[in-house]
C-alpha cells in the first residue's frame, strides 16, 4: 500500500540551529493539530467511510501528513543537533533535554505529549469529514504562528509549503463533503441515521 521514497516531499536544510524555534515546531510533530495526530486519524477514518472516492482521499491525505510528519521532526532535529550546554540553558530548552536530549519526541509547544485524545474518528461520513476540515484550519493557523515568531528564511520556506498543503487538504476535504452530501441524497444530511430519520 506504501511506496516510501527515501528523499523529503520538500527539501529541508536549516543552516542555523536555534532549540527555542525547535520548541515550538515541535507542536506541528506532535501537538494537539499536528501531522501524527492528522495522519493517524485520517488513516483510521478511511476504514468506515462508505464511499471508495472518499476511501481513497483520506487515504491520499493521511499518507502525505506522515511525509509532512517526517519534515516537521527533519526540522527540529536539524535545528537541535550539535548544540552547546549554553544554547540549551539560553533557549530555555532544558526542561525538554533532561527527558529527551535532542531526540524528537511527540509533543505540543505547551509540553504536553502527544495522545491519541487529541484526535477524532467518528465512523459517521458528516462528522468525520466536518472535522477533517477544521483540523486542516487549525493546522494552518498554527503554521501561521510559526510564520509570525521565525525569522529563519531557511524554516520558513519549509513551513509555508507546509501550511500550502494544509489550504489544499482542507479545499479536497471540502470537495468529499459535497461529494458524501449529493450521494447521500437526504434532506436533512447532518443526521444520516435511517433508523432515526423517517
Do not use: C
Amino acid at each position: 500500500m506504501f511506496v516510501y521514497e527515501k528523499k523529503l516531499q520538500y527539501p529541508v536544510k536549516i543552516t542555523n540551529t536555534n532549540p527555542k524555534l525547535a520548541s515550538i515546531i515541535i507542536s506541528q510533530y506532535g501537538g494537539p493539530d499536528g501531522e501524527l495526530g492528522a495522519s493517524l486519524r485520517y488513516l483510521s477514518q478511511r476504514y468506515s467511510m462508505p464511499f471508495d472516492e472518499l476511501k481513497g482521499l483520506l487515504t491520499d491525505i493521511g499518507v502525505e501528513e506522515l511525509s509532512h510528519l517526517e519534515m516537521v521532526g527533519t526540522l527540529v532535529h536539524q535545528l537541535t543537533r550539535n548544540l552547546t550546554e549554553a544554547q540549551i540553558k539560553a533557549a530555555g530548552f532544558d526542561a525538554y533535554f533532561v527527558d529527551h536530549t535532542a531526540g524528537v519526541y511527540p509533543t505540543a509547544a505547551s509540553g504536553f505529549p502527544w495522545s491519541a485524545a487529541s484526535m477524532q474518528v467518528k465512523g459517521d461520513l458528516i462528522a468525520d469529514l466536518t472535522e477533517d476540515m477544521a483540523a486542516e484550519q487549525k493546522a494552518r493557523v498554527t503554521y501561521d504562528n510559526i510564520l509570525r515568531l521565525s525569522d529563519d528564511p531557511d524554516v520558513n520556506n519549509v513551513i509555508r509549503y507546509l501550511r500550502e498543503r494544509e489550504i489544499v487538504h482542507f479545499q479536497r476535504f471540502g470537495e468529499g463533503l459535497r461529494l458524501a452530501t449529493e450521494k447521500l441524497n437526504q434532506k436533512n444530511v447532518y443526521v444520516v441515521n435511517p433508523s432515526f430519520d423517517k
